[in-house]
């Protein structure tokens, strides 16, 4: 159940309208790693959840939080955008908000379509997807995806912040980022307590056996590159993560298997092969006639 409360959990009121800048906002509302992803992410992860108690518990919470924080970003943009766009190109194109938009360079959807809205797309205009979501059910490949989305949420929000000499719009940013600082916390803390108790380890999946793994590959780095300086790394060699191995270090792959000849497809696709063109027409009004051939 939602239940909507008519406040923010932080002020969201710019110094003055900017719509170049909302446009630019947009890219953490919408974007791939926009509060709209880590919003639903968080919520179809505790949907699609086998586990019930704290870990449930806590993605639902934070992505609770996470819809609140879509709404102030939506806020922050329609007050960024409530004088725009007429005002950004006054002298030039008075009463013309469309090609004001242009002029000013902000998004032209935000005037025509969502009227001096915010929108769910990122900062180009790209529709938010929900193909942006992890949510796989396994909770250790889950909480580290949740981990990386929080960084790069902050990477992003903290590249805007210097973006701007508005000191209202940096000061909700500051709380977005000092939010991101804790769930990156939480899920790197949340990821490490699945292993403690046993309910997940690496290599993830844990419960695939490795005894099924082509052996002898499973910890050998194999260097496709020709910078040799990999080779430094903890990566290479010593104990694995997961105390499982011992990495190795190889230059160049270890394994090789013959190239197989080309693939024949149904000649009623259309498809260019080895066969004469004539030979095709014939194969493939055979298989008209004799389905199964």
Sequence with gaps: ?????QELQYKAVPDKPDALYGRALQEVLGGQYGEITVAMQYM??????HL?????????????EEMGHVEMLATMICRLLEKAPVEHAEAAVK???????????????HAIVAGAGARAVDSMGNPWQ???LTASGNLLADFQANANAEMQGRVQAARLYHATEDKGVRDLLSFLIARDTMHQNQWIAAARELQEEGYEELPVPSRFPQSKEVDGVAYQYLNFSDGAAAAEGSWASGPTPDGKGEF?????????????????PDPRLYGTTGLPNAAEKVLATVKDVLPGV
């Design 52 to 64: 019930p108690g704290k870990y449930r518990d806590l993605v639902f919470g934070i992505g609770a």
């Design 44 to 49: 179809f992860q505790g949907w699609n959840m």
């Design 95 to 109: 009463g013309d908000p469309t090609i004001a938009a242009v002029m000013g360079g902000m998004d032209v959807q």
């Design 248 to 264: 190795s270090y190889h230059d160049g792959p270890t394994t090789t298997a013959e190239m197989p000849p080309p693939t024949t």
């Design 1 to 5: 159940m939602f239940f909507h409360k």
């Design 130 to 132: 929900g193909s942006f």
